[in-house]
């Protein structure tokens, strides 16, 4: 006798071995590993993509302009990686253990209801970060298509809203479109277009930064004109805050990260390919920035901190459009590569999380991408270091807890059918787990402090580290009991 064909909606064809539920969908169920394409090389080309873009260029002329030296700019950089790696790597386990998203991975602690509320922190800091990175974007089509068309510049005529014309905003929503359908592609779609981009945005970098050492007569003279970058002799005192901005550089992607890994053939994979990719690209990538501008005051008389600026001209200058549509084209994959993976793929799985029957991870995306719209990203690039420091300051203390639970208090055991159970092992209170909240309160409530008395300045200043370890501690405490 013939058996009824499953539909896709029934969640037992969707994964083997798990109950129906309201908590399960396609994109949210565990991945078999034979399922499992990612390698090393896929993992590391990821952060290569994620982390050559043009914020990281720009980077370094945040620090440098706050006081820093060109030495501790970069040192922040290089520190401030290496210690978001150690949670990273920690979450990644997880998601490459047992093949969960992020949101699937914090109902451990946070319940199956409560888990939203990580989810979402993610993920409005994630909209933020796309609106971002997509209005970067968009100025660099902007760019491209003024070479290639020079009457688009003029289009619209003097219309402006909030200091912009049309062309800016009709590039802007170009590239917004470009994003969404890597969005609709899905996974394997994010895959091979960060593989395919890894080698070709090294070799930008490298190509940019053997122009500037060619032109100004070698590497010794940009780094003693990179000595004289910068407004204040010293910029010690205000490194503790930009190793906390360097921190919540990545902060969003130390918790989501299980959504890649989850996709990983094994441990070494996710571990080696995280540290062989972030460890290495962010910083020679700043350095470049570094050292390019140096090699612009001495060439132009002026530090051109922006690349679309620099490609611009270097266009104008040499009376080549080809290589500025070539070079403007590097920029853009840049920021798409970050932007897709970095931005994208978390609010998705964190919106299909709240209603796992009815929104998918593209109906995420789309979703994610309009509010990528309505936040005014033009408005939030211009408020830098204080972005960064106050969201990795609410989401270090998410960490803080998830992370608790999955070392301390399940040893790295979870029980992957009740993940997706209502009422089951982590169904806790309603589905909430009231002792995750408060660590989590308690240690939103510390960073801030730090805003209330100049003497506790330092815990704002270091509003992850201070976040982080308050929630830590008073979820094992409260979990203990």
């Known amino acids: 006798m013939t058996q009824p064909a499953q539909t896709a909606a029934d969640p037992v064809a969707l994964s083997e071995g798990l109950a129906p539920s309201g908590l399960l969908n396609p994109d949210l169920a565990p991945i078999p590993p034979d399922r499992r394409t990612w390698n090393l090389w896929h993992i590391a080309s990821l952060w290569v993509g994620m982390s050559v873009c043009i914020p990281t260029y720009m980077l370094a002329a945040s620090m440098i302009d706050a006081g820093l030296s060109w030495r501790l700019s970069l040192f922040a950089v290089v520190l401030g990686n290496a210690i978001v790696l150690v949670p990273m790597v920690i979450n990644a386990h997880a998601g490459t253990k047992y093949g969960i998203p992020f949101p699937v991975y914090s109902r451990a602690a ?25 209005w970067i974007g968009g100025l660099a089509i902007h760019a491209l298509l003024g070479i290639l068309w020079p009457s688009w ?18 590039s802007f929503l170009l590239f917004w479109v470009v994003n969404i359908y890597f969005v609709w592609a899905g996974t394997e779609g994010i895959k091979w277009l960060e593989t395919l981009a890894a080698p070709l945005l090294i070799a930008m970098g490298l190509a940019l930064l053997a122009w500037a050492a060619v032109k100004v007569g ?14 204040a002799a010293s910029g010690r005192g205000a490194l503790l ?11 969003t992607l130390s918790l989501n990260i299980p959504d890649f890994t989850r996709y990983a053939k094994s441990q070494r994979d996710q571990a080696v390919g995280q540290a062989m990719g972030l460890l290495t690209t962010m910083p020679l990538f700043a350095f470049i920035g570094v050292a390019v501008t ?55 799985n964190s919106i299909a999380n709240l209603a796992p029957r009815r929104i998918s991870f593209r109906l995420g995306g789309l979703i994610a991408g309009a509010l990528g719209i309505l936040i005014f990203p033009w408005e ?27 070392l301390l208090i399940r040893r790295g055991t979870l029980q992957l059918s009740e ?56 979820y094992w405490l409260l979990m203990r009991r």
């Open 110 to 134: 946070f319940g199956t209801t409560g888990a939203h509320v990580p989810a979402l922190l993610r993920a409005v800091v994630a909209c933020g970060w796309f609106g971002i990175q997509t």
């Open 153 to 170: 510049l003029t289009l619209g005529g003097d219309w402006r809203f909030m200091g912009y014309g049309a062309p800016h905003y009709l």
């Open 218 to 231: 070698g590497v010794g003279a940009i780094l003693n004109q990179a000595d004289r970058l910068g407004s």
């Open 241 to 251: 805050p930009w190793i906390t901005a360097m921190v919540g550089y990545w902060a």
């Open 294 to 348: 140096s090699a612009t005051v001495i060439l132009y008389g002026q530090a051109i901190w922006n690349p679309v600026d620099l490609l611009a001209r270097l266009t104008t200058e040499y009376d080549s459009p080809a290589l500025g549509l070539l070079a403007l084209l590097a920029v853009v994959i840049a920021t798409l590569t970050t932007n897709i993976a970095a931005n994208v793929v978390a609010p998705a």
């Open 380 to 406: 939030l690039l211009g408020r830098y270091q204080t972005w960064l420091i106050s969201y990795s300051g609410l989401l270090g203390p998410v960490g803080g807890v998830v992370i608790c639970d999955y």
């Open 419 to 474: 993940l997706y159970r209502e009422g089951g092992a982590y169904g806790y209170r309603a589905g909430v787990n009231p002792r995750a909240l408060i660590a989590l309160v308690a240690g939103i409530l510390v960073a801030l402090a730090g805003t209330l008395d100049p003497r506790l300045r330092f815990l704002f200043d270091g509003a992850w580290f201070s976040g982080t370890v308050v929630s830590f501690v008073v």
